[in-house]
Each structure stands twice: as structure tokens, then as C-alpha cells.
């Protein structure tokens, strides 16, 4: 079983910036790509950006070049650097994890969410 610990969010003001954290426990011996989602009231969540285990990334097309994505292997953490925020950044973010444990079936996991809010 694989546990994921949020941090980070919070109410910030519009131009402001945030840093999320993601940190994954549990039976986990490899983690292939980590994700950052959002859902905003009254939306359907959406992905944010993502990072292979050889840190290849993608990120959404309202994110690109504000946000940025990175992992720590050792630690089994991923973080969601995000600057220059905007209104409609509002959410709730939810980490992701797609990987194998030591034994049994490979994982697919979230994170409980993290509310960011950024007022205008």
C-alpha cells in the first residue's frame, strides 16, 4: 500500500507564488512518473504537469512557463513549484503516483488534495 502526504497550499495573492509537496510512503520499489492534477469548483479535474522517473516532463498548456515540476528519487517526492499565479489557479491539487511496489500489482495512487487559493 502506498500513502501520499500533501503540503503547501494555501491563500496567496495574484503575481504571488507557492511551492507543493508530495511525499510517498509505503511498499513502493519504484515510482515511474509523479503528477500533479487540479480541480476547481465546479470543473472537472484536470492535469497539471507531470515527471517521468528520468525526469522527462509535460506540463498543461495554462501552466507553461509559470509552473515548474521536480522529484526527489531518494525521497520519493515530488514538488509543484508554482509562480506568477492567477485566479483561475484556484483548486484543489492532488498529487499523483504511478509505479511498482516490492511485491504485488503496480500502483496507481492519490494524494488527499491540497487547496490553493489565489485571490485577485
Known amino acids: 500500500q502506498v500513502q501520499l502526504v500533501e503540503s503547501g497550499g494555501g491563500l496567496v495573492q495574484a503575481g504571488g507564488s507557492l511551492r507543493l509537496s508530495c511525499a510517498a510512503s509505503?511498499?513502493?520499489?519504484?515510482?515511474?512518473?509523479m503528477a500533479w492534477y487540479r480541480q476547481a469548483p465546479g470543473k472537472e479535474r484536470e492535469s497539471v504537469a507531470q515527471?517521468?522517473?528520468?525526469?522527462?516532463?509535460n506540463y498543461a498548456d495554462p501552466v507553461k512557463g509559470r509552473f515548474t515540476i521536480s522529484r526527489d528519487n531518494a525521497k520519493n517526492t515530488v514538488y509543484l513549484q508554482m509562480n506568477s499565479l492567477k485566479p483561475e489557479d484556484t483548486a484543489v491539487y492532488y498529487c499523483n503516483v504511478l509505479g511498482s511496489p516490492w511485491r504485488g500489482e503496480p500502483f496507481d495512487a492519490w494524494g488527499q488534495g491540497t487547496l490553493v487559493t489565489v485571490s485577485s
Open positions: 509505503g511498499n513502493i520499489a519504484v515510482i515511474n512518473v
Open positions: 515527471i517521468t522517473i528520468s525526469a522527462a516532463t
